[in-house]
């Protein structure tokens, strides 16, 4: 699983950092530090950071074997 954000999108609403704790925090007021690999137990909560992300700046990669592994 890989997560990429276009930071150019990005606005900095913090709506994946309330989505995702774990994964993305906002260091400041505009940058964004997030886990581009993070482990396949937080697939939901990323999810949920790539739906809730008010410009769609937050892509999901999953590897063909991952995908089946969504509990």
Same mark, same amino acid.
């Given at each position: 699983?890989?997560?990429?954000?276009d %930071?150019?999108?990005?606005? *900095?609403? =913090?709506?994946?950092?309330? *989505?995702?704790?774990? &994964?993305?925090a906002?260091?400041?007021?505009e $940058?964004? $530090?997030?886990? +581009? +690999?993070?482990?396949?137990?937080? @697939? @939901?909560?990323?999810?949920? +950071? $790539?739906? =809730?992300?008010?410009?769609?700046?937050? %892509? %999901?990669?999953? /590897?063909?074997? /991952?995908?089946? &592994?969504?509990?």
């Open positions: 699983m890989r997560v990429v954000v %930071l150019n999108r990005c606005q *900095a609403y =913090a709506q994946c950092c309330f *989505a995702a704790p774990e &994964s993305f906002l260091h400041g007021p $940058v964004l $530090v997030y886990d +581009a +690999a993070p482990p396949p137990e937080r @697939r @939901r909560e990323i999810e949920r +950071a $790539v739906q =809730a992300c008010p410009v769609r700046a937050i %892509l %999901l990669e999953v /590897e063909p074997e /991952e995908a089946g &592994s969504h509990g």
